[in-house]
């Protein structure tokens, strides 16, 4: 039975562009047959709580003798890591906000990077593909004076690639506010295109991993 972990994080219930490309992933996932099923995670409808204490960040066996967690605060952290660990494919919808992740998907993120658990030493979910769906209002093409001001894509390759060592396939589309923006109109065209091609993309995705 295949496993897709669906995760949203935009604030936007009505004309999200993450959420209708995440969809449209789940959608064709799905279409592969009954046996692909979805598990889902709206972290804007039911969002997780900021972490309860730093004593969170670490395993058990790695804390200090002062450093101490509520049992509720340690079910909802291993709730939230063995519905990770039991996806075969992850899907997340990340828009740029204030230039980095929505905060409700960082209180996500600090509850699944742990080193002794699912990082650093050890990596349980090497190799495990997951689709980021990052959704930018703005552009930050290479050569442009905002080429570097995208810090919530570097954050998801960083935890999910680099500390969590799953194999990242992230999709980007820019200019969202293109629509909204009279100084962005003239992106319009190209923005569509680019949500086009992410569609695409994400299709072909869900219909080959796992
Ligand atoms: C709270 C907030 C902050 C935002 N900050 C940025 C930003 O820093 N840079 C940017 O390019 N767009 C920014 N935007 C625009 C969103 O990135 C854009 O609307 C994107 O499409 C949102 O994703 P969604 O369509 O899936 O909701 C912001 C939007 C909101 C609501």
Known sequence: MPSLLHIDSSADLAH???????????????ARGPEYTVVRRDLHTVPLPHLETSALHWAAADRRADETVAPE?????????????????????????????????????????????????????????????????????????????????????????????????????????ADRIPDLAPLAEHAAAEVADARTTLERLAATLA
């Open 73 to 177: 605060a340690e079910q909802l952290r291993q709730e939230v890591i063995d519905e990770l660990l039991a996806a075969d494919v992850v899907l997340i919808g990340a828009p740029l906000y204030n230039y980095t992740v929505p905060s409700t998907l960082k209180a996500w993120i600090d509850r699944v990077h742990v080193p002794g658990v699912l990082a650093g030493d050890v990596q349980p979910l090497a190799g495990r593909p997951v689709v980021t769906v990052v959704s930018r209002g703005a552009t930050y093409d290479a050569g442009t004076p905002t080429e570097t001001w995208d810090h919530g894509s570097p954050v998801l390759h960083l935890i999910l690639g680099t500390a969590l060592g799953m194999k990242l396939y992230p999709v980007t589309v820019s200019a969202t506010l």
């Open 16 to 30: 999200s562009r993450s959420r209708d490309l995440t969809a449209a992933f789940a959608d064709a996932w799905r």
